[in-house]
């Protein structure tokens, strides 16, 4: 599945900042979506996910400050980043998965499909 990031930028802390992940059609339907991040020096972290029946899963520390949508085209998915803090500042990577995508992800697991990533940096 290809996957193309877009919307990054640079914010101040507070702020809001729109992701879109373009894929291909019906994509946002047939798979699991999601995003995670990495920032300089940390883990990779899922952060936010919505799997095929519609379930959606947050990491702990963007709960009620992030959300996660899908497009009716069924072909972008979103995440709305809202009061964002120094902490988000990272690279966020649009993921998507045939099977399953609910965060915490098991250890050691992984989204079988990557974008190459769109860097947010909150001052």
């Known amino acids: 599945v290809q996957l193309v990031e877009s919307g990054g930028g640079s914010v101040q802390a507070g702020g809001a900042l729109r992701l879109s992940c373009t894929t291909s059609?019906?994509?946002?339907?047939?798979?699991?979506m999601g995003w995670f991040r990495q920032a300089p020096g940390k883990e990779r972290e899922g952060v936010a996910a919505?799997?095929?029946?519609?379930?959606?899963t947050y990491l702990d520390s963007v709960k009620g400050r992030f959300t996660i949508s899908k497009d009716l085209d069924e072909k972008t998915l979103y995440l709305q980043m809202t009061d964002v803090k120094p902490e988000d500042s990272a690279t966020y990577y649009c993921?998507?998965?045939?099977?399953?995508?609910?965060?915490?992800?098991?250890?050691?697991?992984?989204?079988?499909?990557w974008g190459q990533g769109t860097q947010v940096t909150v001052s």
């Open positions: 919505i799997d095929r029946e519609g379930v959606i």
């Open positions: 059609p019906y994509t946002t339907h047939r798979y699991c």
């Open positions: 993921v998507a998965d045939p099977w399953t995508l609910r965060l915490p992800l098991p250890v050691g697991s992984s989204p079988r499909d």
